[in-house]
């Protein structure tokens, strides 16, 4: 279950620009939702705030009439990457699902216009090189691939010893090249490589491109 959020935070949340995301608060408010990853900090001046895209999901639910007294509540439909490596079944799934990739992914390429110093969306933001395999598993999904999951193939992203690079493997060589296309397609570098072992698979080894 994710942290729970106040009323004055809902609201900061709510208040946020509509096209950059970008919000207004307190110190105290803002450093909170960076706790929650509902926000991160622009690395350079003036250090605005922004809404992750954890954060513009949790913007985009109805809003409730919710009295400032009221008791701290759970985030409802907080945005969770899924890499194909859970244990636990889905909750959520079906077009519900679907829009929260869609959100998620949206999220990111206009974090990646409002961090890349070039305003480039076609290449990962920093956020993205922070977290892997969550953002590998977004671009994933959003390019229409299934996850991996109880009695059902897919998608695996799992982290390397390498550094700024994942793996991902699926259980058909077919599989794997329409990884490779859609990561590359949401700007990644790709290399494919053998398992080691006689008979064994392939994989591709993804990185964020820089330039």
């Not at 990457?81 to 636990?88: F, H, K, M, Q, V």
């Not at 953002?135 to 109880?150: F, S, V, W, Y």
Request: contains cysteine.
């Amino acid at each position: 279950m994710a942290k729970p959020t106040t009323a004055a935070q809902r609201r900061v949340i709510a208040e946020a620009d509509p096209t950059t995301g970008r919000l207004t608060g307190t110190e105290a408010q803002l450093t909170a939702l960076v706790r929650l990853r509902l926000a991160f900090r622009h690395p350079r001046p003036p250090h605005a705030y922004f809404l992750t895209p954890a954060g513009h999901r949790v913007r985009e639910e109805p809003e409730r009439a919710v009295p400032e007294t009221a008791p701290v509540e759970p985030v409802p439909g907080v945005f969770a990457a899924r890499t194909g490596t859970e244990d636990a079944d889905h909750a959520v799934d079906g077009p519900a699902r679907q829009r929260e990739v869609r959100g998620a992914w949206l999220g990111l390429v206009e974090m990646r216009r409002m961090t890349n110093a070039d305003a480039d969306r076609d290449r990962p933001c920093a956020w993205e090189r922070a977290h892997l395999v969550q953002a590998a598993a977004i671009a994933l999904e959003a390019a229409g691939r299934t996850p991996a999951g109880r009695g059902r193939e897919g998608y695996r992203v799992t982290a390397t010893p390498q550094p700024e690079a994942v793996a991902v493997r699926e259980p058909t060589a077919a599989g794997v090249r329409a990884c490779a296309e859609a990561l590359e397609r949401a700007g990644w570098q790709v290399s494919e490589h053998s398992e080691r072992g006689a008979g064994a698979g392939r994989y591709v080894l993804v990185s964020p491109r820089r330039g």
